[in-house]
């Protein structure tokens, strides 16, 4: 193989690559965005939940 087609090999393989990690890092982010979005969905439990019980008959 000469030296040009290894160039052009590298240079597609080093490509692929960066762009490989790029969708990645994307991927994780938007994951960390969802999870986020997620927590703050939760609603905290009222502070006076459980703290009676009604056992009327």
């Known amino acids: 193989m000469d030296i040009a087609a290894l160039s052009i090999d590298y240079s ?3 490509t ?3 762009v490989g990690i790029q969708v990645l890092k994307k991927i994780m982010d938007t ?5 986020a979005e997620m927590l703050a ?3 905290p ?3 006076t939940l ?3 019980i009604d056992v009327s008959i």
């Open 12 to 14: 597609l393989s080093k």
């Open 16 to 18: 692929q690559t960066e």
């Open 31 to 35: 994951s960390q965005t969802n999870n």
């Open 41 to 43: 969905m939760l609603v």
């Open 45 to 47: 439990p009222s502070a």
């Open 50 to 52: 459980g703290n009676s």
